[in-house]
């Protein structure tokens, strides 16, 4: 039982290029999120998924595309990096009720030159 | 916009004292309230989950909840070098789009505890 996996641990990229983070949960949670963690600004939710089959934004989406792909799945997409974009992403799983908590994965440290 | 504030430290309390961390939220609808702990370059981890006013105690964890207050607060006892890390305080609110609910952090209060 993985948990909440992501990947890859670490990228580098310039300005303008793409990449995807690939996040997967053996949970069996219906939700799950994707998060940026910068200092001093702590985590911010960029999309949500509540559902197999929907996606929502959440506080910081501008720039970010994201894909549920299957129940397990949930990946985000820069499609032209900047450097603002310089941060940790973190994805989560859990369910969008009151008092569900979320799980996280280990992160994604991203550079953006 | 639904805020959680927490004092971003350092805290610093020598080992075996008590550490007491406190987060205030704006979100009266609000039903749980998480806390969260962040080691350096890791990944946050639960450490303790509250829903009801009064104290809720795991281990060496003590959380508290005043909802007339709309204040949060974690007391570690006996406190060990090894808690020495970024607390998260995470509360539950419903999402803009009412889509449903997520968790809406605090900046994170870092505590040092020292030998």
């Known amino acids: 039982n993985a948990g909440v996996t992501q990947t890859p641990k670490f990228q580098v990229l310039k300005t303008g290029q793409s990449m995807t983070l690939q996040c997967a949960q053996d949970?069996?949670?219906?939700?799950m999120y994707w998060y940026r963690q910068d200092p001093g600004m702590g985590l911010r939710l960029i999309y949500y998924?509540?559902?197999?089959?929907?996606?929502d934004k959440g506080e910081v989406p501008n720039g970010y595309n994201v894909s549920r792909l299957n129940k397990r799945e949930f990946s985000l997409r820069l499609e032209s990096a900047a450097p603002s974009q310089t941060s940790v992403y973190f994805c989560a799983s859990g369910e969008v009720t009151p008092t569900d908590t979320q799980y996280f994965g280990p992160g994604t440290r991203l550079t953006v030159l | 916009q639904k805020e959680v504030e927490q004092n971003s430290g350092p805290l610093s309390v020598p080992e075996g004292a008590i550490a007491s961390l406190n987060c205030t939220y704006s979100?009266?609808?609000?039903?749980?309230f998480f806390w969260y702990r962040q080691y350096s370059g890791k990944s946050p981890e639960l450490i303790m989950s509250?829903?009801?006013?009064g104290d809720k105690e795991d281990g060496r964890f003590t959380a508290q909840l005043n909802k007339a207050s709309q204040y949060v607060s974690l007391l570690i006892r006996d406190s060990q070098p090894s808690d020495s890390a970024t607390y998260l305080c995470?509360?539950?609110?419903?999402?803009?789009?009412?889509?449903?609910?997520?968790?809406?952090f605090g900046k994170g209060t870092s505590l040092l505890v020292t030998p």
């Open positions: 979100d009266r609808g609000s039903q749980s």
């Open positions: 509250i829903y009801s006013n």
């Open positions: 998924s509540a559902s197999e089959g929907t996606t």
């Open positions: 949970m069996n949670h219906n939700s």
């Open positions: 995470a509360v539950k609110s419903l999402l803009y789009s009412n889509s449903g609910y997520a968790l809406n």
